[in-house]
């Protein structure tokens, strides 16, 4: 054996133990995650439940009512098919438990894809083990809300960064992209769209300069567009300000020439196939499943421009500081440009900024600033990725904010995500560069991942068991438990009908009683118009025995204190029906008289 043999032996060995060192590091990871992710899930539910209007969308779709022809729905046929799978291997129907378990499962996969992502890219455990930690923790919103179609959005967006970093052929990178593209578009056409668009600016880049700043310009205008709506309020226009400017700093660090893939017409037939053949699977899937395709269209890409943002919107509180540096992000990038030496200073003050504000939970702050540093990112320095692969990134990372338009409700995690493995992915050759803090870091992330494990498990038996239908292993705290269970209780004895305002079909579930069906949103006494209010009226009027849950806290919530008095549904409410009780901001009203043969005194 030569000397070169035995080298050559020695490096594939330690190759091969670092391997395994990273794979038992990730193993335990998960381990601690899964126990952690759901003692929190199984501890927390919102109280304008959106678990049970998700409900009340899948369990129709699943007993075989046509999608968006009896089931309105503002989700595409993405949302539906992983759900039907998910139910599907687990022998359950949709249940405030089993969107738990998805939620969970959700909840992992991002987070190892992320490891895995990371520590391919960097070579460095210590970031891939930070960057499992931070996604895990910001992840928490999917066990806090289960069933939304974030859980899919994330994973897609996460998978995303992972395909226009890998190291396929261009070819077949566009490929992956444009199909990852086409399922989001499919689960929630927002999304996809800012996707696609974030697709097609990084590759527009590596056009002639005229036709670069052409789409840059267009890149920039973008988001005025989808704010349109809303642009009067001051809270989207401090929205918009700071995405404006950051897209502006990612024109000015890329502008001039520099060396980026180019699509070619060879690609066409390759990117076509990769859009669609996902898309035709997923509306195929649902027109065996009784999907009318204008219908489709209808819900997914129309009626919800038309009802989200004009009556319900969450804004995104921004401070002064932040728009202070949104207006100097373009100017720092422009000069930053001409000089080097600021470049790998810069990147590790903005990376390190991006983890801290993602370690202490400060999400809304993250989402305000973490953008302004995506320039950043297409910098040459020490991130190990191509010139396209570190433009998507930043390009993406500053698009995928507006996902969370006009809702900045757990949206804000969900596109701060991106940000954190960007901000990662700028501290990544520091760290890789300190051999002694790769099995250190790891370590003390395992030792917080079993703190906080142990917490949210003492948190969880120190509940009271929920023990309703569907929510047997669903803790919450004593008083919640018992209002929840005395409303249920009343509706199961005074009840042959259910309605609640806003739509909360969970107590339907639990009581076991039937109620109304095809509602599109749960702030249907707001956003449906007068007619239709006024034909729920007539089948409300027409059963026997209805009962009326109504929470007026949540219904401020959702309409943002508007007066509905004089709308059909709540003039009919107050018209005919008494408070019979009430516990936890729920009140349940029955109607003011008995009806002729119901066997009760009036």
Not at 361 to 373: D, H, I, S
Not at 478 to 489: I, K, W, Y
Request: charged fraction near 15%; proline fraction near 6%.
């Amino acid at each position: 054996m030569t000397a070169s043999d035995a080298l050559g032996g020695n490096g594939e060995q330690k190759r091969f133990r670092r391997a395994i060192n990273h794979f038992v590091c990730l193993v335990i990871l998960a381990i601690l995650g899964i126990i952690t992710a759901y003692f929190q899930s199984f501890s927390i539910r919102r109280p304008f439940d959106d678990e049970g209007f998700l409900i009340s969308w899948l369990r129709p779709f699943l007993e075989g009512r046509p999608l968006y022809a009896a089931v309105h729905c503002f989700y595409g046929p993405a949302y539906f098919a992983y759900q039907w799978g998910g139910h599907f291997f687990a022998g359950s129907r949709p249940t405030n438990d089993s969107l738990r378990f998805i939620a969970i499962f959700f909840r992992l996969t991002v987070s190892i894809l992320a490891f895995g992502w990371i520590r391919r890219t960097t070579a460095s455990l210590a970031a891939a083990a930070v960057s499992f930690y931070l996604v895990f923790r910001a992840a928490a919103f999917l066990g806090e809300e289960p069933g939304h179609p974030q859980e899919l959005i994330l994973l897609l967006a996460v998978g995303a960064l992972a395909a226009a970093a890998s190291r396929i052929a261009e070819a077949g990178r566009i490929a992956l992209l444009l199909a990852i593209s086409a399922v989001m578009i499919l689960t929630k056409a927002n999304a996809g769209l800012i996707l696609l668009v974030a697709v097609g600016v990084s590759y527009a880049s590596g056009l002639r300069p005229r036709w670069k700043n052409t789409v840059w310009l267009a890149a920039v205008v973008f988001p005025v567009l989808l704010f349109w709506q809303n642009l009067s309020a001051s809270w989207a226009q401090r929205f918009l300000l700071v995405d404006v400017c950051a897209m502006a700093a990612v024109w000015a660090a890329v502008y001039g020439p520099v060396k980026l893939a180019r699509f070619r017409s060879a690609f066409l037939v390759p990117a076509a196939c990769g859009f669609m053949a996902p898309a035709a699977l997923l509306v195929m899937f649902a027109a065996v499943r009784g999907a009318p395709l204008d219908a489709m269209a209808q819900w997914t890409l129309i009626k919800p421009r038309a009802a989200m943002g004009s009556y319900w919107y969450l804004p995104l509180e921004i401070s002064g500081w932040a728009l202070a540096c949104a207006v100097a992000a373009a100017p720092l990038a422009w000069i930053t440009r001409a000089r080097p030496k600021w470049i790998g200073v810069l990147q590790l003050a903005a990376g390190a900024a991006v983890i801290v504000l993602a370690a202490t939970g400060r999400y809304g702050a993250l989402m305000a600033l973490g953008p302004l540093a995506m320039w950043l990112v297409v910098l040459p320095g020490d991130i190990r990725l191509d010139a396209f692969a570190r433009l998507f990134i930043a390009v993406f990372g500053v698009l995928f904010i507006l996902y969370a338009y006009p809702v900045a409700g757990a949206h804000v995690r969900l596109a701060d995500e991106v940000l954190i493995l960007a901000g990662v992915l700028l501290v990544s050759g520091r760290l890789a560069a300190m051999p002694r803090v790769q099995m250190l870091v790891p370590a003390v992330v395992m030792i917080l991942l079993a703190v906080i494990g142990l917490r949210a498990r003492a948190q969880y038996l120190a509940l009271m068991p929920l023990d309703l239908p569907g929510a047997t292993r669903l803790r919450l705290p004593a008083e919640e438990v018992r209002g929840l269970r005395d409303v249920t209780a009343a509706v199961r004895a005074n009840c042959d009908f259910l309605v609640t305002i806003p739509a909360m079909p969970s107590f339907q579930y639990w009581a076991g009683l039937p109620s109304l069906t095809g509602l599109p949103y749960a702030s249907w006494m707001a956003g449906l118009s007068d007619a239709e209010q006024e034909s729920i009226v007539r089948q409300i009027s027409s059963t026997t025995r209805p009962c009326i849950v109504e929470n007026p806290q949540m219904v401020s919530f959702w309409t943002h204190n508007a007066d509905l008095r004089d709308r059909p549904v709540m003039r009919y409410a107050r018209s005919n029906f008494r408070e019979l009780m009430q516990a936890q901001g729920n009140h349940l009203l029955v109607p003011a008289v008995e009806p002729a043969g119901s066997g009760k005194a009036p």
